[in-house]
């Protein structure tokens, strides 16, 4: 008796045979029974289509790169990177996985995982199925007597890159001293925007993830305090005045009802 495997059946060998030449047809040959033109025709589209989605959902990372490079780095995602999900609109975030777990290239940015993130949130958030929520909400409360509502679609990110500047005329080569932190978002017309925040900003919607129940003002006074501001007031009238931006931009929603 042996432990060996059990010989896989025919069609699952051709089967295994195709996809393997599909994803790397340089080191894998095409099964025998398939002429070569028919073949090509398979070969350039699936890699053409999963090419050309990351380079749309990575249009700035694909410009830092010459097309030889571009290629070299898809053609290896495509060859070893085993996907979790068979849905198209989440290859980006299996990109994602790969540069971040995989991909190890001394001559990628030293950004690329950064930039490639927050490039991919745009799509993340376009593609979520969360709603704002109308129900129990006030879009016109006082802040300072209510309970301010974040959106569900308003994500708050720290990047130790400046990635809303990296360009092919900008590639830092070291981090700056001061992180980036940014809010993107979608607003009720399904419109992506980013936004750069302050400390204080960001303190501020910190504090409202962590406790829903508190009322702006008892956030802002924490807030104060945590700050030994000699003037409370000066922080609470200048955090009143950013949940008012905040609630142009459709951040935050309004007060609890």
């Known amino acids: ?31 025998d029974d398939v002429e070569d033109h028919r073949m090509a025709i398979y070969r350039d589209l ?3 289509n999963v ?17 030889a490079n571009w290629h070299a780095m898809i053609r290896d995602f495509f060859a070893h990177h085993q996907c979790e999900t068979p849905y198209f609109l989440e290859i980006s975030q299996e990109f994602l996985a790969y540069l971040e777990n995989e991909r190890d290239e001394e001559n990628d940015p030293i950004f690329i995982n950064e930039l490639a993130h927050y490039e991919w949130v745009e799509l993340a958030l376009n593609v979520d199925e969360e709603e704002i929520p109308t129900e129990g909400v006030n879009p016109e409360g006082d802040f300072l007597a209510g309970t301010p509502i974040l959106s ?5 990110l720290s990047y130790q890159f400046d990635v809303q500047h990296i360009g092919p005329d900008y590639q830092p080569e070291q981090a700056p001293e001061q992180i980036t932190t940014l809010v993107v978002y979608r607003d009720r017309n399904d419109e992506i925007g980013f936004l750069e925040i302050n400390p204080m900003t960001a303190h501020l ?18 807030i104060a305090l945590q700050l030994n501001h000699s003037d409370p007031t000066v922080v609470i009238n200048g955090g009143l005045e950013i949940m008012e931006q ?12």
């Open 1 to 31: 008796m042996t432990n060996s495997e059990p010989e896989l059946p025919e069609f699952m060998r051709k089967q295994y045979e195709f996809a393997a030449h599909i994803r790397n047809p340089e080191l894998n040959n095409k099964p």
């Open 46 to 48: 699936f890699y053409n």
């Open 51 to 67: 090419e050309g989605f990351i380079a749309n959902g990575f249009p700035i990372l694909r410009k830092l790169y010459s097309d």
């Open 152 to 156: 569900p679609l308003a994500w708050l």
């Open 205 to 222: 919607i910190q504090s409202i993830q962590l406790d829903e129940s508190q009322t702006g003002q008892t956030l802002l006074e924490n």
């Open 246 to 257: 905040l609630r142009e931009a459709d951040i935050l929603l309004g007060t609890r009802i």
